[in-house]
Nanobody, 124 residues
Framework: QVQLVESGGGLVQAGGSLRLSCAASGRTFSSYAMGWFRQAPGKERDFVASISWHGFTTLYADSVKGRFTISRDNAKNTLYLQMNSLKPEDTAVYYC?????????????????WGQGTQVTVSS
């Protein structure tokens, strides 16, 4: 099992940057693929990015490609999402999630463990 806690959300102006972190507990973090998802009010939870267990493979939603970067530090049991050139439409609650086996995936049902989420608000 793995427990996930997100941090780093906040209020930022359009064009600004934020870095989200997801701290994982448990000794098996490095065996999971990890993902970031987001959910805006009244909308479904959408895929943002995914990274394989070793960090060599990444996958992004078209809407964030070139602006967001997912990374992980297995020694620190931590997942990151660097978000640049933020837009008002990026406003949402952002969730990190863990997936086994450790290959990337874009579907929420593929992920068995979820954090509680962190709010990101981008003002215009």
């Amino acid at each position: 099992q793995v427990q996930l806690v997100e941090s780093g959300g906040g209020l930022v102006q359009a064009g600004g940057s934020l870095r989200l972190s997801c701290a994982a507990s448990g000794r098996t973090f490095s065996s999971y693929a990890m993902g970031w998802f987001r959910q805006a009010p009244g909308k479904e939870r959408d895929f943002v990015a995914s990274i394989s267990w070793h960090g060599f493979t990444t996958l992004y939603a078209d809407s964030v490609k070139g602006r967001f970067t997912i990374s992980r530090d297995n020694a620190k049991n931590t997942l990151y999402l660097q978000m640049n050139s933020l837009k008002p439409e990026d406003t949402a609650v952002y969730y990190c999630a863990a997936k086994a086996p450790g290959t990337v995936g874009r579907e929420p049902w593929q992920y068995g463990y979820w954090g509680q989420g962190t709010q990101v608000t981008v003002s215009s």
